[in-house]
Antibody, heavy 127, light 107 residues
């Protein structure tokens, strides 16, 4: 069974940094684009960032560009999100999610849907 | 970014009812529209993609239609397991955006 498992969330002060991790299992992690999607409780999900299967294509939402960095290590079936200069408005449940289709390009048009999601890791930014 | 607007925000229905949720895009997204179901404390679950294609393992009581800027999700006969929040998502551009959600609760 394909699964994603996030970790690394927590309580952090504004302006500080945090690194999220996501490990994939039960599928060929190295063949799929993977993404970070966040959700404030009671609101719709918001796409944050995505990275292609071979790391050649990376994209960010405007709200995090310049502050967040996405990366992956296919040898470890892992996805990462380095979050710097955190703001109160970054408070949310952060999910990792994979593309439905194989070998996708993140900035393709059209892009792709998310067929597998992790259980999420909560990030709270507060003083 | 493309804005997605769902209606209604909340829908009260009974088991066995036919339920329809509408999603409107702020610009033409062709048929690159997906629907997800989310239950409390769980991640969203993909139901339908490309407006009308049923994801593997999803019950045929779920169906989707539409193109351009207006789309619908229909549940033909509501089951107890279907009480949840439903989100639409456009993927016509790489900046995927979601609707605000429609909560289907028990009448």
């Amino acid at each position: 069974e394909a699964q994603l498992l996030e970790s690394g969330g927590g309580l952090v002060q504004p302006g500080r940094s945090l690194r999220l991790s996501c490990v994939g299992s039960g599928f060929s992690f190295e063949d799929f684009g993977v993404h970070w999607v966040r959700q404030v409780p009671g609101k719709g999900p918001e796409w944050v960032s995505g990275i292609s299967w071979n790391s050649d294509s990376i994209a960010y939402a405007d709200s995090v560009k310049g502050r967040f960095t996405i990366s992956r290590d296919n040898a470890k079936n892992s996805l990462y999100l380095e979050m710097n200069s955190l703001r109160v408005e970054d408070t949310a449940l952060y999910y990792c999610a994979k593309d439905l289709s194989i070998y996708g390009v993140v900035e393709a048009r059209p892009s792709d849907v998310f067929d597998i999601w992790g259980q999420g890791t909560m990030v709270t930014v507060s003083s | 970014d493309i804005q997605m607007t769902q209606s209604p925000s909340t829908l009260s229905a009974s088991v066995g009812d036919r339920v329809t949720i509408t999603c409107r895009a702020s610009q033409n997204i062709n048929n690159y529209l997906a629907w997800y179901q989310q239950k409390p404390g769980k991640a969203p679950k993909l139901l339908i993609y490309k407006a009308s294609s049923l994801e593997t393992g999803i019950s045929s009581r779920f169906s989707g239609s539409g193109s351009g800027t207006e789309f619908t999700l229909t549940i033909s006969s509501l089951q107890p397991d279907d009480f949840a929040i439903y989100y639409c998502q456009q993927y016509n551009t790489y900046r995927r955006t979601f609707g605000q959600g429609t909560k289907v609760d028990i009448k």
